[in-house]
């Protein structure tokens, strides 16, 4: 089951937001798989006061003590359990990072993981397709 709400209208570098998103919800894919039913959220939660995109599943999730440990690049805390390279989510940390935006992540074995992210800081509207970065 994946359930798509409304998203912000940001101004961002599209093919970079793009491949974050996809490398999210394939991420909910596939630790989502031995999941009955299996489901996915993709939309937006206000956080602390702060309107973020998530991406959050039902998945095998991990211990949350290890957030940090998974935006590294080769990172593997499930081992080869998974398919993947390791390079999915330090690409979308470098992206919102390249945005001046904020990532964030819960997780519960067993239980899912639930990403959210801005895509600037506040005061910022994101960056032009050149990499420039444009002011309010």
């Known amino acids: 089951e994946v359930e798509v709400g409304a998203l912000p209208a940001c101004h961002v570098d599209p093919r970079l937001v793009r491949q974050a998103l996809v490398n999210l919800f394939s991420n ?9 039913p299996a489901r996915i959220e993709i939309g937006t939660r206000v956080i602390d006061g702060e309107e973020m995109i998530c991406v ?5 999730g991990f211990d ?3 957030a940090d440990e998974i935006f590294k690049v080769f990172s593997r805390l499930h081992g080869q359990d998974y398919e993947g390279t390791g390079v999915g989510l330090a690409i979308v940390e470098q992206v919102v990072r390249r945005h001046g935006g904020k990532l964030v992540v819960s997780s519960r074995e067993n239980e899912g993981t639930c990403f959210c992210l801005t895509l600037w800081e506040a005061g910022q509207s994101g960056i032009t397709d050149e990499g420039e970065r444009i002011e309010d």
């Open 56 to 60: 959050a599943d039902n998945g095998v």
């Open 64 to 66: 949350q003590k290890h």
């Open 28 to 36: 909910a894919l596939k630790f989502t798989r031995t999941s009955r």
